[in-house]
């Protein structure tokens, strides 16, 4: 889940072609609101969505300028788009990941962007597991 949650971190930072953002040191945090799955005592369920997960690097002019579709295709072939938009300030989606499971997890995204902020919702769902997540990030400076 980890991998999946740093690959939307990707996704968001790096928006699209026709929506670029700052290349330079961003910082983002995703925090879990809601998770459940058979079985998981709601101790655990606490823990995680007691644990912010933070994350800052680099994103180069080439990153910048090549949008989501360049992310994805580092994630080894396991995810793809069913569908993608980022416009006006706006962007959501919808992407399958395949990890392995019998069943591939679904990943809805929306949010709001800028060339230097994002605050993205996201819902993953994939077998008996269903999460909800908020990613906010920010550009920092120069790398």
């Known amino acids: 889940m980890r991998r999946v949650l740093l690959l939307l971190v990707g996704m968001a930072s790096a928006?699209?072609?026709e929506s670029p953002v700052t290349p330079g040191k961003w910082q983002t945090t995703?925090?879990?609101?809601?998770?459940?799955?058979?079985?998981?005592?709601?101790?655990?369920?606490?823990?995680?969505?007691?644990?912010?997960?933070?994350?800052?690097y680099c994103i180069t002019p080439e990153q910048a300028a090549a949008g989501p579709?360049?992310?994805?295709?580092?994630?080894?072939g396991a995810?793809?788009?069913?569908s993608f938009s980022a416009a006006a300030g706006r962007i959501s989606g919808v992407?399958?990941?395949?990890?392995?499971?019998?069943t591939?997890?679904?990943?809805?995204i929306s949010g709001t962007?800028?060339?230097v902020a994002y605050d993205i919702r996201s819902k993953m769902s994939g077998g008996?597991?269903?999460?909800?997540?908020?990613?906010?990030?920010?550009?920092?400076g120069p790398c």
């Open 15 to 17: 928006a699209s072609a």
């Open 30 to 56: 995703t925090i879990i609101e809601s998770m459940a799955m058979p079985g998981m005592p709601p101790e655990m369920a606490q823990r995680t969505r007691a644990r912010p997960m933070s994350a800052t």
């Open 69 to 76: 579709r360049d992310v994805i295709g580092k994630s080894n």
């Open 79 to 82: 995810c793809r788009y069913r």
């Open 95 to 102: 992407m399958e990941c395949k990890t392995g499971a019998p």
């Open 104 to 108: 591939p997890q679904i990943i809805a």
């Open 113 to 115: 962007y800028s060339p």
């Open 128 to 140: 008996a597991m269903q999460s909800t997540s908020r990613t906010t990030g920010k550009r920092l």
